[in-house]
């Protein structure tokens, strides 16, 4: 028996964070069983993007994302911020999920130098995923 993918979704007010979920438990338990989602909510588009030196057009604090991702196996989002520091902080991180058309929120570079020194291959992903119920 393998162990339980541990998944931390970061929901907004345009994708939600039940969106996430529910897209999560219909494709993915058949395929790993069971899944243990952490999640939390950022106020999207109620709060405006962010920018900083490191990345662009996200919303939310980076340590409270960092602390959600913590025991995460996959990290998914729209619009949180997936800094080197939240990276560093994830050590079981295997997939960074971005379901937008860039993912300018999130530090590809930081996590490109993570996959290299990792056993487990790091990937940030930005592939559609269907919330239609027939995929």
């Known amino acids: 028996m393998s162990k339980q993918v541990r998944i931390a979704v970061i929901g907004d007010q345009f994708v939600g964070t039940e969106l996430f979920i529910d897209c999560l438990r219909r494709d993915l338990e058949s395929v ?23 990345i662009k057009e996200f919303v939310g604090d980076p340590a409270a994302v960092a602390r959600l991702a913590h025991d995460a196996d996959v ?18 991180l295997r997939i960074i999920g971005c379901c937008r058309g860039g993912p300018v929120n999130i530090n590809v570079a930081a996590a490109t130098r993570a996959a290299s020194r990792s056993s487990t291959r790091l990937r940030a992903t930005r592939r559609p995923w269907s919330s239609s119920p027939s995929g």
């Open 75 to 92: 990290l998914l989002t729209h619009v949180a911020p997936v800094t080197q520091a939240v990276i560093d902080a994830a050590p079981r």
């Open 32 to 54: 790993t069983g069971a899944v243990a989602v952490d999640a939390m909510h950022v106020p999207w588009p109620d709060t405006p993007l962010q920018h900083n030196a490191e």
